[in-house]
Antibody, heavy 125, light 108 residues
Framework: QVHLVESGGGVVQPGTSLRLSCAAS????????IHWVRQAPGKGLEWVAL????????YYADSVKGRFTISRDNSKNTLYLQMNSLRTEDTAVYYC??????????????????WGQGTLVTLSS | DVQMTQSPSSLSASVGDRVTLTCRAS??????LNWYQQKPGKAPNLLIY???SLQSGVPSRFSGSGSGTDFTLTISSLQPEDFATYYC??????????FGGGTKVEIK
């Protein structure tokens, strides 16, 4: 049974740092790309970052590029998001999501088949 | 960057209604379009992938269609548990996974 459990959220001041974790179980963690997606209060979903299955490639939304760093430790089945220089607009629930690569069609399809429950990050002075 | 635009942003419907939601991409994404349902306080749940493929366990009243830039999600007969917000997402561009702004389906 696939499980993703985020942790590390909390109330922090603008300009500070925070590290989120996403603990995975029930699947071969090192075989999947994993994403961070966030959702500001009352707003829609915003893709934040992606890390390949082996950590060799990482991609970021423009809104967090240069401030956030995604990483993973496949030996610990854990994903991380290091968030620096936090801004009030970073207030959101942060989800980790597993990306499945479906090769049954004429070309691969990619989609988020499992999500964590989310962890809330609140920026407040 | 590709932009995903959903319409309407909200709609009111009754149980049993046929409901159609629209998602438009700012450039062609083939059939690399996914649909998610999200209920308040919960993580999103995958409904449709590759524009028209039904995810395992999702009721058959949900269907998706489209390719290129224009896509639709149809609920053939709205059920009480379907009142939620629906998001489209493109997976064509390798370096990003853009979501649409969402459509909230409310009870009339």
């Amino acid at each position: 049974q696939v499980h993703l459990v985020e942790s590390g959220g909390g109330v922090v001041q603008p300009g500070t740092s925070l590290r989120l974790s996403c603990a995975a179980s029930g699947f071969i963690f090192g075989s999947y790309g994993i994403h961070w997606v966030r959702q500001a209060p009352g707003k829609g979903l915003e893709w934040v970052a992606l890390i390949w299955y082996d950590g060799s490639n990482k991609y970021y939304a423009d809104s967090v590029k240069g401030r956030f760093t995604i990483s993973r430790d496949n030996s610990k089945n854990t994903l991380y998001l290091q968030m620096n220089s936090l801004r009030t607009e970073d207030t959101a629930v942060y989800y980790c999501a597993r990306e499945f690569r479906n090769t049954s069609g004429s070309e691969p399809s990619y989609y988020f088949d499992y999500w964590g429950q989310g962890t809330l990050v609140t920026l407040s002075s | 960057d590709v932009q995903m635009t959903q319409s309407p942003s909200s709609l009111s419907a009754s149980v049993g209604d046929r409901v159609t939601l629209t998602c438009r991409a700012s450039q062609s994404i083939g059939d690399h379009l996914n649909w998610y349902q999200q209920k308040p306080g919960k993580a999103p749940n995958l409904l449709i992938y590759a524009a028209s493929s039904l995810q395992s366990g999702v009721p058959s009243r949900f269907s998706g269609s489209g390719s290129g830039t224009d896509f639709t999600l149809t609920i053939s007969s709205l059920q009480p548990e379907d009142f939620a917000t629906y998001y489209c997402q493109q997976s064509y561009f390798t370096l990003t996974r853009t979501f649409g702004g969402g459509t909230k389906v409310e009870i009339k």
